[in-house]
């Protein structure tokens, strides 16, 4: 394990004893965490398609791309992190990989467009 994450680590075990007394603070970060009907509505505005298929993603993939994108910030501590530290990374991305039907179409279009409505 490299010393950025051990140097994470340790953030985030401390983590654990300074959350009771930041947690309106940490509330507030967490909510400007855009969800992914956010992203499928950007996409749906301009007519691109947001599935498996349209980014050359097998399922395995996707689930090693989520699982593992946490490495790309390996100073900063990130909310994949927090979420890997919590034990519900791989439980909230497999149900992101659910919201993908059997055709790759990203069902998620459909939660924003009936959100509109």
Known sequence: MSIHFDNKRTALEEFDTLMP???RELQNLFQQVRP???FADLFG???APFSLAAFDLT???FML???NSRTIRRERITVLDFAAHAGVLEARQ???LSNFSTDSAFVLQQAV???QQ
């Open 36 to 38: 992914p009907e956010y």
């Open 59 to 61: 399922r395995d993939e």
């Open 65 to 67: 791309a989520g699982l």
């Open 21 to 23: 007394q930041r947690w």
């Open 45 to 47: 505005r301009i007519g």
């Open 94 to 96: 497999r149900r992101m």
């Open 113 to 115: 467009s009936q959100k």
